[in-house]
């Protein structure tokens, strides 16, 4: 909100993405493919030769999703396959909260799409979704007191019972008062002239917790059986979580804030430690030896899991996850689907016949783990 201009969305990074897909366009939702007038209308309504255009806080009315490029069709890089056709929109940046911080940068011709800023990532997101924040709505706003929803996908009502918005884990509000069974929140509203108004909001007080709730292993099991089960959601797609996403939502509750992608999560927050070089056995040895139960991700590319503990001298880790690598007798490969979050060993379908043995087994690729704090 104090930014004065793009930080992350800058004019490069902005046309590289219409680059980027200018050179494969692939296939969109009817299978397909796209064509070059698809992407061209496209660059055409971004209006980049004037980026940026607006450059003004503002904050989502509803949870959203971001695009890569002004459009809610899909891309596909393939019309089949399990990992590269559905449900791997290559367009899905990540979804963004309710009520979640933004500056926007760019309006596109058309006026129905916007290029923002949120604190972990840039992209588009549809001009309805969010409404312009002044000096005073932010001071009331910036009040240094706030809830963490710990309960999945609730709903938020006003003072008379009336629908304002859905929350879910992880969101933040700013907090009012605590009765004996409601909590009073701030919520942000779009007026009809699209600019943000503060309404008082009321949750059961079993639905949030004063931000950061406190970090004990009871408390954590409490989070993560709240998602257990969770289906995949790739890039917050369907308003569920991918791996990366669901560790940040995870963390966010404790007060640990996480960027959005694994790699970056891994690297950017705690003390990395490298497994690379190390044989499978050492690696898992490793993470039972100095892993810390629900305070260390670890990570292979483009995977992140919470360690959790032990259980039986193997390594358990909770994560939202695709599926594993399957080969049939012809040696053809596959993927048995998972499609939720789950709690794991780190060779999850060791039971299964037609197993992978190479893909199958996470610790053969994992590069690094992280712990987050420190064990008190």
């Not at 996403?245 to 430690?273: C, M, N």
């Amino acid at each position: 909100w104090h930014q004065k201009e793009p930080f992350h969305a800058l004019p490069e990074r902005v046309t590289a993405d219409f680059k980027k897909f200018g050179r494969k366009t692939g296939y969109g939702e009817n299978k397909k493919k796209h064509t070059s007038a698809w992407l061209k209308k496209l660059r055409q309504n971004a209006a980049l030769a004037g980026y940026p255009n607006a450059l003004y806080p503002a904050i989502t009315t509803r949870a959203c999703d971001m695009r890569i490029l002004p459009t809610q069709q899909p891309h596909f890089s393939s019309t089949e396959g399990d990992s590269c056709g559905w449900p791997f929109d290559n367009l899905q940046r990540s979804s963004v909260a309710a009520n979640a911080p933004l500056f926007v940068c760019h309006i596109s011709a058309d006026k129905a799409w916007a290029l923002v800023e949120t604190d972990f990532a840039f992209g588009w997101i549809p001009v309805q979704d969010f409404a312009a924040v002044d000096e005073a709505f932010i001071k009331k706003w910036e009040t240094g007191r706030y809830a963490v929803i710990t309960r999945d996908k609730i709903t938020v009502n006003g003072a008379r019972e009336e629908f304002l918005l859905k929350a879910s884990l992880g969101y933040i509000f700013p907090l009012v008062r605590n009765t004996a069974e409601k909590r009073e929140l701030l919520v942000a509203v779009a007026d009809e002239n699209n600019k943000a108004v503060i309404k008082s909001g009321f949750i059961n007080r079993t639905e949030a917790a004063a931000k950061p709730l406190r970090f004990n292993s009871l408390n954590a099991v409490k989070i993560a059986n709240e998602l257990i089960g969770e289906p995949y959601g790739w890039g917050g797609l369907y308003g569920n979580r991918d791996c990366s996403a669901l560790t940040r939502d995870f963390f966010a509750v404790f007060g640990l804030w996480l960027p959005r992608h694994s790699q970056d999560q891994v690297k950017e927050v705690g003390s990395y430690i490298n497994l690379a070089g190390l044989n499978p056995e050492e690696k898992e040895k490793t993470i039972l030896t100095r892993g810390i139960p629900y305070l260390t991700i670890i990570w292979r590319r483009g995977h992140i899991m919470l360690y959790i503990g032990e259980q039986e001298g193997r390594a358990l880790v909770f994560h939202n996850i695709w599926g594993i690598r399957i080969r049939d007798l012809q040696g053809k490969q596959g993927r048995k689907i998972i499609g939720q979050a789950v709690i794991t060993t780190l060779q999850p379908g060791q039971e299964l016949i037609a197993l992978d043995a190479g893909g199958g087994d996470l610790r053969a690729n994992i590069s690094g783990m992280s712990i987050l704090a420190a064990d008190n």
